[in-house]
């Protein structure tokens, strides 16, 4: 069992972040990988990274949006309860090194998996670029631990109530015409965003890393479910990524994969939804 | 049926019906097919073997079990004798009593079989081990004092099964790694509920339990700790990890939705309850027209698992004809039975879907028979311009796995061959890593549960040896 000992809830309560006990995962993990959850005996097996660790104390952090039944039930987890399984750390390290200046792009949550990435590349001294973005200002997340890990924070919000009123791919292009020797771009965030940003990039001709997210299940390279196209080949996001290079990404086939359970998904929130509205005692 | 006996020769017992769910009822259900004979069901069977002087059935399988020696025990209706019988051999007789090919194995070499059906050897090992789980004393078999020498064993397979029952009864300290979040490999993720009641692989784990082994769940070697870390903590490393890499057609449309390899279709199924859905969270795609690709038992369990899943039609579609197909004999069978319809001499070209990436369609081309290949099977030959289109939204490709490299890359000094399976000495189960045994499909590429125990008995063997006298 692995209990959480702190929780918080950002972005108006639709993004979630634990710190959960699992000394074993925190002493290995590294940025860009993930672990996978289980929040009880009929549950889900969610795949999330981990945005954040601490060794000492033996906890991993995970931030996640609330968007379906496993995660709406990963929501009603208080401190002092505990996840079934947690499994990992799983996928590919981010191969971190020196590059000179680099940019870090994130979107929503994707600001929770492009956190240790970029401190990461900080702590290798590049110099770091951020920009983070969301649709609007409350739900931004993770301002102050990004500022922390970067030279020069940038802020864009779709609706302008903070900062540059308009998309991350705003302030990428700008950077990226200012500072012509940025040598690594990684962004990380919804797919549209991820695609957008690699449009930019290659016109500017920056090596660019994305970290995707397609449904998973094993998570150890077993069941092919997480496949995606990369370079024209197959590849299985949960051992050969989750980053990849963003550049060969076919975010189309991504994106279609990610629909599988459009209707499956529905049926079991709409489900839970009810569940929780009748306010029972059975316990369940 | 009354036979009229003119001579006054003992009565010839017929081979004795396992009881069976119906197959229009059990293709609705998940619950096991075969119902299991009754004691004297069995007994009666038992009487058939004539214990051969030098019994022809015992080569043909694969541990050596001594099978005129159980069966003689069960016609005696000393049934705990029985299983102790089988138990010196095959740690997992309930299991391979229901799976193992027993038609290739021992019941093909059956002198009984020659004229008549042979003595049905699977039907009453698994009688004996039923038995003995249903209704035997539950007394653990006597433990060797402690060694204090500790033993990993990483994969929950019936090879790591097998290893760890053996060295935790010679009094080694055992601890199971398992990646997945329960253990017990393919006949826990794969072989679904009505060949293998999960209840039977929980009853194999939780003994080993019960005898002193630790199984840690949710630890995946090569990436929790390494195989180095383990040798730093353990004497001995045991890696039977299986054959987990599924492998796809390498055809276009692959990422429709609704493509499945086997692994990921059964692993939804068993070991996440999907067929259970929404009251188990993790959902699968119910087609109505289902087809799986292949012809082994892994083939046949994908498809009878889809006419379980509610689908209207199940294809099987198969490169060859129905001679080659490795799958067991019963599993076809009890497919035919179920209603699964058979496409032989077929070859998938292309899947098609819709704009927004739904299966509804796979192409396929005709194949005739050519010369054999080197595996002596005759090989299939495209017949060109003959295209034609199977209407489906599921697809199953159920065509083999390989090796897959997680642990095996992340372990410097283990010799892998060029499909990535470990080199293991089959006399011993040494790898060419000091004080690290490998077995089972990690080692031959996808194979049985047998040869994965059998594989596991040898290697426990050396791991003692090892252990004790020091090679
Ligand atoms: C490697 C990886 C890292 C991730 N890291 C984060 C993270 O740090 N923070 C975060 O908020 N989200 C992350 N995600 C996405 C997260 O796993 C999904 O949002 C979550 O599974 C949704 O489950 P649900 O039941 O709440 O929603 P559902 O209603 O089931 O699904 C909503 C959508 O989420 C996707 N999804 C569903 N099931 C799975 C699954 N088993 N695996 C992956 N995606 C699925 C599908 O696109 C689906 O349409 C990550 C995904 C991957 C693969
Ligand atoms: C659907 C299906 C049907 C089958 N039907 C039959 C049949 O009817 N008869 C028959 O004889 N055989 C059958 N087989 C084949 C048989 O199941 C296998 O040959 C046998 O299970 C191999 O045993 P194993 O111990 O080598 O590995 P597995 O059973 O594959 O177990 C390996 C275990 O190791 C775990 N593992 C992998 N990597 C790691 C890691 N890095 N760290 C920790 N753990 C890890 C896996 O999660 C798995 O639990 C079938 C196989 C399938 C898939
Ligand atoms: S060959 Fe057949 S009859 Fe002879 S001992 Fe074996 S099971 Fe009995
Ligand atoms: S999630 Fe199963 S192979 Fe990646």
Partial sequence: MFEIVERQELAQGTIISNWIKAPKIAAKAKPGQFVILRANEKGERIPLTMADTDPEKGLINIIYMVIGKSTALFKTLQVGDSFLDVIGPLGAATHLEKVGKVICVGGGTGIAVLHPITRGLKDMGNHVFSVIGARSKELLIMEDRMKAVSDELMICTDDGTYGHKGFVTDKLKETLEKHKDIGLAVCIGPVPMMRACCNVTKEYNVHTLVSLNPIMVDGTGMCGCCRVRVGGQMKFACVDGPEFDGHQVDFDELNLRLRSYLPEEKVSYDQFKAAQGHQCTCGS | ?471
């Fill in chain 2, 1 to 471: 049926m009354t036979e009229e006996v003119k001579a006054p020769k003992k009565e010839k017992i017929p081979r004795q019906k396992m009881p069976e769910q119906k197959p229009e009822v059990r293709r609705h259900n998940f619950d096991e097919v075969p119902l299991g004979y009754t004691p004297e069901l069995a007994m009666k069977e038992a009487e058939r073997c004539i214990q051969c002087k030098d019994p022809r059935c015992i080569p043909g399988c694969p541990v050596e079990v001594d099978i005129p020696g159980f069966i003689k025990l069960i016609k005696e209706g000393d049934f705990e004798g029985a299983i102790r019988k089988l138990w010196e051999k095959n740690a997992l007789p309930a299991v391979c009593g229901r799976v193992c090919p027993q038609e290739v194995q021992c019941e093909g070499l059956c002198v009984i079989g020659k004229k008549d059906q042979p003595v049905a050897v699977g039907n009453l090992e698994k009688f004996a081990a039923d038995y003995q789980r249903l209704h035997g004393r539950d007394v653990l078999p006597p433990k060797a004092a402690p060694t204090g020498k500790k033993v990993a064993v990483v994969g929950s397979g019936p090879a790591g099964l097998t290893v760890a029952g053996d060295l935790i009864l010679k009094g080694h300290d055992v601890h199971i790694f398992e990646a997945l979040h329960g253990p017990g490999g393919v006949l826990l993720y794969g072989i679904p509920e009505f060949r293998l009641p999960k209840a039977i692989v929980a009853a194999e784990c939780n003994y080993l339990e019960k005898l002193g082994c630790t199984i840690e769940v949710n630890a995946v070697i090569g990436r929790s700790e390494t195989v180095d870390e383990l040798l730093e903590r353990f004497d001995a490393v045991f890696l039977g990890v299986g054959a987990g890499l599924p492998m796809f057609l390498s055809i276009p449309g692959e990422h429709y939705i609704g493509v499945y390899s086997s692994n990921e279709y059964l692993t939804r199924s068993n070991l996440m309850k999907a067929y259970d859905f929404p009251n188990y969270d993790t959902p699968i795609v119910r087609g109505k027209n289902v087809a799986t690709f292949g012809g082994g038992n892994v083939a046949m369990d994908s498809a009878r698992t889809a006419l379980r899943l509610g689908a209207d039609h199940s294809y099987i579609i198969y490169r060859r004809s129905l001679e080659e197909m490795p799958a067991r004999k019963e599993e076809i069978h009890h497919a035919e039975e179920e209603g699964v319809e058979f496409m032989f001499l077929t070859a998938p070209v292309r899947f098609l879907g819709t704009e927004d990436g739904f299966l509804t369609g796979v192409e396929c081309l005709r194949m005739e028979l050519g010369e054999p290949d080197a595996s002596g099977r005759r090989r299939p030959v495209t017949i060109p311009g003959s295209e034609f289109v199977v209407e489906i939204d599921t697809a199953v490709i159920s065509i083999g796995s390989n090796a897959n490299p997680l642990l095996t890359k992340s372990t410097p000094g283990l010799v892998l061959n060029k499909w990535g399976n470990i080199v293991a000495d089959p006399k011993t189960g040494k790898t060419m890593k000091p004080r690290v045994w490998a077995g089972g499909d990690i080692v031959t590429g996808a194979a049985t549960v047998i040869l994965a125990a059998g594989a596991g008995r040898i290697a426990s063997n050396s791991i003692h040896d090892f252990l004790t006298y020091g090679w």
